[in-house]
Structures are given as C-alpha cells and as structure tokens.
C-alpha cells in the first residue's frame, strides 16, 4: 500500500556495496495528525453557518460538516468525522486553525466588551451622579445631558419595577459610546 508521506532513501556505502534504508513516517506522529484533524471536524461541526462561511472551506467540506452538525452524538457522527478529517488532509489545515483562533479571539473580546458596558449601566443605575461624573470624565465626548436622562429614567423604572425599557436603552448607547472611543484609539495609534 502507498502512503501518502514520501519515503525517502538513504544510502549507505560499504566496500562498493550500496545499502538502501527507507525511512518511514513515524506512526505516532501521523496518529497524532490525524487525531487533531479529527477535533477540528469536531470544532468545525459546532460552528454556525455564517461562521463557516468566513472559512473558505471547499463545498465538499463544508456539506460534509453541516452535514455532521446536525447529527447526533452517535456512531454515523463519528464516520462522519472521519471522513470530515479525511477531507481536512487534502486542504491547508493551518488556515483555517488560524481563522478559528481569530474568530474565538473576536469573540472572547465581544464578552469583554459586554461585561464593561454592563457593569457601567448598573454603576450607573445604582450610584447615579458620582458613577456618571466619572463616566463624563473618562468620555468626554459623550452626551452629558442624554446620558443624565438616561440614568434617571432607568433608576426611575428600577425603583418602580417598570420594564426596563431606558435601561436597555442606557446600554446601547454606552456600548455605542466605547465602541467609537475604542475606533478612535485605534486612528490614534501609529502605523509602524
């Protein structure tokens, strides 16, 4: 049986004898290639349509993993898998790791971001003017007197259980408020 891996000769000279001594690929190695292939199948299964699309996965791949999605844990999963990590050999693993890792990092930064405008909106709902004044403070490009509103209207709406309408307002407009101080952060920057 031909393997995929190139078998490379050394020879070795003995009294005009020549000796040939295939050198082979190490099964462990290619055990572990294939395995991580496999947990990337499974990485790539878990993912959403629209996240597969950012991976320029070939159409074969990508049917053979949306495919492998919506199966259930069982052993037609499992051939299927293989045959993802099958596929996967035959294209540049490492691009898509890469665009994977990107994709998680965007993500993991997105929460972080989500936890700095929520923790900010309840700061502000339960501390209201010193909160705020330090917030204006940090922003000051902000809308002073929107934003005063906002709070106000929002700790009005806590206080009488209403629906929290001007405190889901609050948080699009202080997202809304990091996300442009954090562009300008970045137009500040040099270019190296």
């Known amino acids: 049986m031909i393997n995929d891996y ?111 405008v929520e923790k900010w909106r309840d700061r502000l709902i339960a501390e209201g003017n010193d909160a705020l004044t330090e917030l204006l403070d940090d922003y000051a490009q902000a809308d002073h007197q929107h934003l005063r509103h906002l709070v106000r209207s929002a700790q009005k709406e806590a206080e009488l259980a209403k629906p929290p309408k001007s405190s889901r307002q609050l948080y699009h407009y202080l997202k809304e408020l990091f996300e442009t101080d954090s562009a300008t952060d970045n137009d500040d920057q040099p270019i190296d």
């Open 6 to 116: 190139e078998e490379d000769y050394l020879e070795e000279e003995d009294d005009d004898e020549y000796i040939e001594y295939a050198i082979r690929p190490n099964k462990t190695q290619i055990k572990r290639e294939i395995a991580a292939l496999f947990e990337l199948g499974e990485e790539l299964a878990e993912l959403s349509n629209a996240q597969l699309n950012q991976l320029d996965l070939t159409d074969e791949l990508k049917a053979a993993v949306v495919l492998a999605a919506g199966m259930p844990p069982k052993g037609a999963r499992k051939r299927q898998l293989k045959f993802i990590s099958s596929l996967l050999r035959n294209v540049d693993s490492e691009a898509i790791l890469e665009k994977l890792a990107r994709m998680k990092t965007q993500s993991a930064h997105a929460v972080r971001e989500h936890h700095k």
